[in-house]
Every structure is written in C-alpha cells, then in structure tokens.
C-alpha cells in the first residue's frame, strides 16, 4: 500500500469537523506583532495567532498548576480542531504559570469520581491526544515549569519539546501515585526515547531534571526563561515551514500512524480499564494519599 494511501486516513480522521464554541476575536495579545487570538469561553486556555508567521502559540491558563481537568480539556479539543481546520502553520503550547507547565491530570477527577463525570474526563483526554498526537500542523512543548505526568504526556505528543532548566522536572510518575500509565502513554514515550529508557522511566515513575532529560532526549532543547524557549521554538517551527507541507505530515503521520491506530480501535476497552482501575479501594487509598502529601508541602 503507497504511503499516501496508508495515512490518507489519518488526514481524513484528523480533519473533524470544526466546533462552533470557539470564539474568534481580533485580540492583539503582543504590541510587537501583528496578532490575532481567540479564547474559549472559560479561558482556561488562550490562543494568540502571530499573522506574520501564521504560529499559534496556546497557552494553558488554569492556574495554578494547569491540572488537566474535563473542562481544559474540552477546551483544549476545541482549539486544536480549529487550529487543524484553519490548517495552522504551527503550535507552541506553553504555561501562563511562571513555575509549572502542567501538574498533569487533575486528580480530583479520579479521586471519589462519579461514573458520568469520570467517564467525559477520559473519553475527553483520548481525544485531546488523538487530534495533537495526530495533528497534521507541526507543533512544539515550550516546558516552562514542571511537567509531571498529563504534563508531560502533552509535551511528549508534540513534535519538539524545548524546556526552561535548570530547576523544573519532566516525566510519566504515575506509578508513584499508585497507578500505570495507559499504553498510549508509553507509546507517547518511546515514540521520543529508547524503549529501554522508557521501560525504565515508567516503572520508576521517574522524574527528570532539565539536565537528565536532555540527555536521553526527553527534551530536544533547554531554555534559559520562556521568551528564550518561544524563540527556540519559533525557529524549530520555521525551520519545518521551509519543508513540503504534504510530505511533512504525511511523515509525521506515518511515523504516529500505529498508536493513532491503536486507540482508535480500543478506546472502549481502555476507558473499561481505567474505570475499573482508578476505582479499586487500593487506588483511592493511594490517590488519597497523594493528595494529602500535596497539601502537606505547605
Ligand atoms: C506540579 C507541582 C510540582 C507544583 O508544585 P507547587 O507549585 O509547589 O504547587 P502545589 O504543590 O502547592 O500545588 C498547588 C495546588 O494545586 C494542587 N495540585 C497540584 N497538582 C495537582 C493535580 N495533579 N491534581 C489536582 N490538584 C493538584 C495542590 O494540591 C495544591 O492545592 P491547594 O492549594 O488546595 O493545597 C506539584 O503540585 C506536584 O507535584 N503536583 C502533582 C503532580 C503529579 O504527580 N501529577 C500526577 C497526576 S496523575
């Protein structure tokens, strides 16, 4: 089967149709650049688009810790539909926090969690992988803070990840709170590092400093504060601007094209598993627990 034949479902699955919620507005979010943004409704994320190099740069804006609750990321789904539809020429997605990018899922989803509720959060965060894990427009993770977990699942699933160091840490923790990460976790992982690394990252729940990330190439870059990271970012997208559109994503998508695969056909059985999962007394035992260590910080 010719290449071209082979992804021409995933362009297909990745053009869904685009959600009317999302708000367009002529927002100039920098007085430098001719910009123009949009923003969900409950601005939990925001979308500045740079109308001379056609970047998005969006930044997730649920303070404190932009924990990855169902509302961001319905709002999240929103944005990269529109971004594929307007066949963006780019995403840098960032923090407005000036220490975290994203603490990952937000617990309070999985801790005590109504059946209904829990069921949107996880069919929600499949999506929200499968449309940046799967888009056709290039995309870069500028880290500016910690970025366990969801975090760091949202990073790994763009293309390039340039991250501020020396102080902030990245990686898939789960088994640290007691839980595993779901099999496209892991592919999100050794699509990026060596399945050795990642088997290794993932039975530890290791966290990894700036340093240690770049190094087995977790990161691809670090960045001396967010400016320097959105600039190194800037350029990695232009860079990609320079190559056919057509073979560029149709080399992304060929790369990506088994794990895309992979949870479009078991979406059901992976949501029956981490229903089952996250409700077991042992895991409530361990997230309530997790919880609490996070409030003893203080
Ligand atoms: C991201 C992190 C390093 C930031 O540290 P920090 O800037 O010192 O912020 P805090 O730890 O004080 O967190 C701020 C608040 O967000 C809450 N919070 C942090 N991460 C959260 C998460 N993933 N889900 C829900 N709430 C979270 C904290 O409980 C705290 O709530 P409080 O103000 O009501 O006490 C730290 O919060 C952390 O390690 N979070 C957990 C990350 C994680 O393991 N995620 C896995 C989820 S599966």
Same mark, same amino acid.
């Given at each position: ?15 869904? +149709?685009?959600?009317?919620? %999302? #708000? ?7 007085? $430098? ?5 949009? =923003? @969900? ?5 925001d ?10 740069t969006v930044t997730l804006q649920r303070l404190p810790v932009n ?25 840098i997605l960032t923090s407005a926090s000036s220490t975290v990018f994203s603490a ?8 005590? +969690?109504?059946?209904?509720? %829990? #069921? ?7 999506? $929200? ?5 799967? =888009? @056709?427009?290039?995309?870069v993770a500028a880290i500016n803070g910690h970025s366990p977990?969801?975090g760091c699942?949202l990073a790994?699933?763009c293309?390039y990840r340039v991250m501020v160091g020396p102080k902030y840490t990245i ?39 700036t340093?240690?990330a ?5 990161i691809d870059e670090i960045a001396t504060d967010k400016a320097d990271a959105i600039a190194k970012a800037e ?64």
């Amino acid at each position: 089967m010719s290449l071209g034949r082979q992804c021409s479902w995933l362009l297909r699955w990745s053009w869904q +149709p685009y959600m009317s919620a %999302v #708000t367009r507005s002529c927002v100039g979010h920098y007085a $430098t650049r001719p910009q123009r943004g949009f =923003s @969900s409704s409950e601005k939990l994320v925001d979308v500045a688009v740079n109308e001379e190099t056609g970047i998005s740069t969006v930044t997730l804006q649920r303070l404190p810790v932009n924990s990855l609750n169902l509302e961001l990321l319905q709002e999240l789904c929103t944005i990269f539909d529109a971004l594929e539809k307007d066949r963006s020429r780019g995403m840098i997605l960032t923090s407005a926090s000036s220490t975290v990018f994203s603490a990952g899922l937000d617990i309070l989803e999985m801790y005590k +969690p109504k059946p209904d509720r %829990v #069921t949107a959060f996880w069919t929600t965060l499949q999506d $929200t992988w499968l449309k940046l894990f799967g =888009s @056709s427009y290039p995309t870069v993770a500028a880290i500016n803070g910690h970025s366990p977990a969801g975090g760091c699942l949202l990073a790994l699933s763009c293309e390039y990840r340039v991250m501020v160091g020396p102080k902030y840490t990245i990686g898939l923790n789960e088994t640290q709170l007691g839980i595993v990460a779901p099999k496209w976790f892991q592919y999100s992982m050794r699509n990026v590092i060596s399945s050795r690394q990642t088997e290794l990252a993932l039975s530890t729940g290791q966290l990894f400093t700036t340093d240690e990330a770049l190094k087995i190439g977790l990161i691809d870059e670090i960045a001396t504060d967010k400016a320097d990271a959105i600039a190194k970012a800037e350029k990695f997208l232009l860079r990609m601007s320079k190559i056919s559109t057509t073979a560029r994503k149709l080399a992304k998508l060929s790369c990506r094209q088994e794990p895309l695969e992979w949870l479009v056909a078991n979406r059901q059985k992976d949501l029956q598993e981490f229903m089952g999962f996250v409700t077991l007394p042992a895991v409530q035992k361990g997230l309530d627990l997790y919880l609490e260590s996070l409030k003893k910080k203080k």
